[in-house]
């Protein structure tokens, strides 16, 4: 089986700084998805970034990148001009893309990151 | 749309009861998984269903188990509850079939199971 390992259990950034919360897989599959999700004191899971293991270009929305080491098996997360909002639990995920795996997710331990006003 | 629901928020049973939570996925979404969510632990997988069937299942004792209706709507039950499995459990809906493999989950709110 896949395993996601995210080695921060917390982490913590001033305001407006930049943060880069890590995260590795293990894996003999070449092609794949990988996730970022962040979970809130509200409980709730919400979706920051993907990216296909297939694309070389590291996938960027707004203030969150990601720098996608495919050799590394590595991924990491950078949030940009960090706000009071991006604090939460971050959660780094794998799925396969072979079609007779199902739809299973592979999720790391978890990132708590502080921000500091 | 509406998002993905989960009924009810908050549970507090016996050890030895039986619990079933409910979760409805997002509009045309066909797959539904669930997940245990404890401090440490992370998120461990459970099962999951698409189109009534149980596609994959995690490493769970069979005290734990689920079902899907033809609506896609899901419940998960658990028997003979032990103080171990206080947590909280979130559903997640998806596309599912295999070409959409790159679409994620999206999560419900989650119930807090506690067990005395």
């Known amino acids: 089986a896949q395993t996601v390992t995210q080695s921060q259990p917390e982490m913590s950034v001033q305001e407006a700084e930049t943060v880069t919360l890590s995260c590795t897989y293990d894996t003999s599959e070449s092609d794949y998805y990988l996730f970022w999700y962040k979970q809130p004191p509200s409980r709730q899971m919400i979706l920051v970034i993907r990216?296909?293991?297939?694309?070389?270009q590291n996938a960027t929305e707004n203030r969150f990148s990601v720098n996608f080491q495919k050799a590394a098996k590595s991924f990491s997360l950078k949030i940009s001009d960090s706000q009071l909002g991006d604090a939460a639990m971050y959660f780094c995920a794998y799925r396969s893309a072979h079609v007779n795996t199902g739809n299973q997710f592979y999720f790391g331990t978890g990132t708590s990151l502080t921000v500091i006003p | 749309k509406a998002g993905v629901t989960q009924t009810p928020r908050y549970l507090i049973k016996t050890r030895g009861q039986q619990v079933t939570l409910s979760c409805s996925p997002i509009?045309?979404?066909?797959?539904v998984s669930w997940y245990q969510q404890t401090p440490g632990q992370g998120l461990q997988f459970l099962f999951e269903y698409f189109s009534e069937t149980q596609r994959n299942k995690g490493n769970f004792p069979g005290r734990f188990s689920g079902r899907q209706f033809s609506n896609s709507r899901s419940e998960m039950n658990v028997s003979t509850l032990e103080l171990g499995d206080s947590a909280l459990y979130l559903c997640a809906s998806s596309l599912g079939a295999s070409n959409s493999y790159n679409s994620p989950l999206h999560f419900g709110n989650g119930t807090r199971l506690t067990v005395t």
């Open positions: 509009s045309g979404h066909r797959s």
């Open positions: 990216q296909e293991a297939y694309k070389q």
